[in-house]
């Protein structure tokens, strides 16, 4: 059901936030940065789940979506650190169910 799936999004969004703002902080006292741009392939095909994805991104502290290309499904991603696909979009799995469906 999507409203599990809203929840559990809601969920896995508040702990990525929760981490990523740790994260931040610890980088700031020790001067750990090495900022990057990386390109995200994602796995959304709805638009409106792809902008929420891309806003989840934004949202997190540490990152920051600067490019969508819808047709392609592609996120362009500035971090503060070298950082998985993974950990940028814990939650992608979750919008992906909510907007997309079981495709």
Known sequence: MRVFDTIGYLFILMKALSEAWLDVVKRSVTGNIDPQIVEIETEINNLIGQVLLACSITL????????????????KVATIAPIKKEDIIPFEPYIKKIFDGNR
């Open 60 to 75: 997190t502290p540490g990152t920051l979506t600067i490019g969508l290309n819808p047709e392609k499904r592609i996120l």
